[in-house]
């Protein structure tokens, strides 16, 4: 996300995974504070953020908060040592105390939460660009009224936030230090520390959320408003001259005339069916070789991408 302040604060849950990962000591460390402070915890080992797989993600944001006590410690007690890595836990340790660092957390996992449904079913390899349009408006359904109420929604998550800086920092969050010119960071005129990161990071998050889903699926809505003709709860026969729009996908198969009177026939036969039909279940009704066109119509329409998930499902279990 392009959020400054949740790039950051991702930056370091990274950063901390790969030194309890990739260090035995530091592990070793991590697992004695866990065994003595979280011995009930199902948690043990902290999962990496992949850039690909965003259900991970989210899992790895949900493990680290909940071991985030034992993190604390660790980094701490292997900041004390003479090892190499010493100063790495002793930077990692200053930087997740920081008011910004914690906020930022707690709002990536909320957000992360309400997303992941969505991720979940872009995983998919059976996923469609009309589910995938449909689900996604959903989310921002959500996205906007929690931007809407997002005084009492923010309120949640800094009482969260305050919550771990009081117990494992005996702190309180604070805004950064502001001055009267600023250009490289949000600067805006708060009264409060809760309305400073209200407005720079839960705000400005959500907001770059819903244009981040807008620009990927919702601009596909026109291309997707077409196709739609062809699906039940939607064909209609007065709607028959929008197939012109379809064109570039039939003009080299079969004229105009002869889709429009095939699309007639195509109505009638799917006035029955249930709309909520899948596009691949709604395939195996129609014959390809009496719908010819109303066929390759489904199948164009069938696989047009929504997402690279399956590129990069593949890529990330290539063997090196």
């Known amino acids: 996300m392009s959020v400054p302040a949740i790039r950051n604060c991702l930056g370091v849950v990274s950063q901390v995974v790969n030194l309890f990962r990739n260090h035995s000591n530091a592990n070793k460390i991590f697992q004695e504070t866990i065994q003595e402070h979280a011995p009930d915890s199902k948690k043990k080992r902290l999962l990496r953020l992949c850039d690909t797989r965003f259900i991970e993600r989210h899992d790895s944001i949900i493990v680290f908060l909940e071991l985030f006590e034992c993190i604390v ?31 930022s957390i707690v709002v990536c996992e909320k957000l992360f939460s309400l997303t992941l449904p969505l991720s979940i079913f872009l995983q ?24 809407e109420t997002a005084n009492d929604t923010f309120t949640e998550v800094f009482q969260v936030a305050s919550k771990f800086s009081a117990n494992l920092f005996d702190t309180e969050l604070q805004a950064p230090r502001v001055t009267s010119r600023q250009k490289s960071s949000a600067n805006p005129q708060t009264t409060s520390n809760e309305e400073y990161f209200r407005v720079t990071t839960f705000i ?34 007065k709607k028959i001259n929008e197939l012109e729009k379809l ?41 390809g070789t009496f719908f010819r066109a109303m066929n390759l119509l489904l199948k164009v329409m069938a696989t047009l991408s929504v997402t690279t998930a399956s590129v990069e499902r593949s890529f990330s279990t290539m063997k090196r």
């Open 73 to 103: 410690m660790a980094l701490e007690e292997i900041a004390q040592r003479t090892w190499t890595i010493s100063s790495t836990a002793s930077t990692l340790h200053s930087a997740s105390q920081k008011s910004e660092f914690l906020v």
């Open 124 to 147: 998919n390899k059976s996923s469609d660009l009309v589910s995938a349009v449909k689900y996604t408006n959903e989310v921002l359904s959500s996205l906007r009224q929690m931007r």
């Open 204 to 237: 400005t998050c959500i907001d770059t959320l819903i244009q981040n889903l807008t620009d990927r699926f919702i601009k596909n809505e026109d291309i997707l408003s077409s196709f739609q003709l062809l699906l039940p709860g939607y064909a209609c026969e």
């Open 247 to 287: 064109g570039p996908y039939f003009q080299d198969e079969m004229p105009l005339s002869a889709v429009q009177a095939e699309y007639k026939l195509w109505c009638a036969k799917i006035s029955s069916i249930d709309p909520s039909t899948e596009i691949l279940k709604l395939l195996e009704y129609c014959d």
